[in-house]
C-alpha cells in the first residue's frame, strides 16, 4: 500500500516568508509525528498527533511553528517568519496507534532551505 | 529525559566483513530501542526494534541487535557486509515515562557505513 507522502520535496524560500509543509500519513494510522532533521544529526522530535489533537508539541522550538491536523489524517506544518536556522529537513511518520512499541513508518521528507 | 549515543560517526568496512555499528542509551525507565536505516533521498526504514521480549532481535536484510541492560547498549551487528548495506544508521529510543509523550523517539547522531569492495 501507499507508504507516508510528504510535499513538496523541496521548498526554497526567503527570510521572512511564510511556509507550509504537508503529510499525508498512511490510512488508517491514528498517530502522526513531525521531526526535524538538521545536517549531521539525527532527527529531532517537533510535535505529536492523535486523532485530531496535538498530544505532545513539546519539541516546537518557539512559537513561529505550528501544526494542524484537522480531519485525523492530512497534517500541515506551517512556518511563519522563517529564519535561516529553519533550514533543515522535515520528516512526518504516522505510526497506527501511537504506543511506545509501533513502528514509526517515515515520509521521505521536505527539504526546506530559508536563504 | 532519555538519550542515544552512537560511537563513530563513520564506520568504513570491506564487503563480507562484520559489521558492528554502536549504540548506548541512558534512560532512568525501561526503554524501547529501534534501529532505522536511511538510504540517500528516501525515508527512514526500520531495521528491527526491542520491545522487552527477547533480548536478541532480528531485523531485516541480516541485521541483528542485542540489548544489553547492564551496558545500557543495543549495538547492531551483520556477519557479513554486502555493498548494498551502505547507507546511514540511526539508533532510537521511546520510553513510556507517562503523559502524553507517546512513541516520541529520541535519536542518536547517526553512523554512516561505507562498505568497500
Known amino acids: 500500500g501507499a507508504g507516508v507522502s510528504q510535499t513538496p520535496s523541496n521548498k526554497v524560500t526567503e527570510k521572512g516568508k511564510y511556509v507550509e509543509l504537508r503529510c499525508d500519513p498512511i490510512s488508517g494510522h491514528t498517530a502522526l509525528y513531525w521531526y526535524r532533521q538538521s545536517l549531521g544529526q539525527g532527527p529531532e522530535f517537533l510535535i505529536y498527533?492523535?486523532?485530531?489533537?496535538?498530544?505532545?508539541d513539546s519539541g516546537l522550538p518557539n512559537d513561529r511553528f505550528f501544526a494542524v491536523r484537522p480531519e485525523g489524517s492530512v497534517s500541515t506544518l506551517k512556518i511563519q517568519r522563517t529564519e535561516r536556522g529553519d533550514s533543515a529537513v522535515y520528516l512526518c511518520a504516522s505510526s497506527l496507534r501511537g504506543t511506545f512499541t509501533d513502528t514509526q513508518y517515515f515520509g521521505p521528507g521536505t527539504r526546506l532551505t530559508v536563504l | 529525559a532519555q538519550s542515544v549515543t552512537q560511537l563513530g560517526s563513520h564506520v568504513s568496512v570491506s564487503e563480507g566483513a562484520l559489521v558492528l555499528l554502536r549504540c548506548n542509551y541512558s534512560s532512568s525507565v525501561p526503554p524501547y530501542l529501534f534501529w532505522y536505516v536511511q538510504y540517500p533521498n528516501q525515508g527512514l526504514q526500520l531495521l528491527l526494534k526491542?520491545?522487552?521480549?527477547?533480548?536478541l532481535v532480528k531485523g531485516i536484510n541480516g541485521f541483528e541487535a542485542e540489548f544489553k541492560k547492564s551496558e545500557t547498549s543495543f549495538h547492531l551487528t551483520k556477519p557479513s557486509a554486502h555493498m548494498s548495506d551502505a547507507a546511514e544508521y540511526f539508533c532510537?529510543?521511546?520510553?513510556?515515562?507517562?503523559?502524553?509523550?507517546?512513541?516520541?523517539?529520541?535519536f542518536g547522531q547517526g553512523t554512516i557505513l561505507t562498505v568497500h569492495p
Open positions: 532510537a529510543v521511546s520510553v513510556n515515562a507517562g503523559g502524553t509523550s507517546y512513541g516520541k523517539l529520541t
Open positions: 498527533f492523535q486523532g485530531t489533537g496535538a498530544a505532545d
Open positions: 526491542y520491545t522487552s521480549a527477547a533480548t
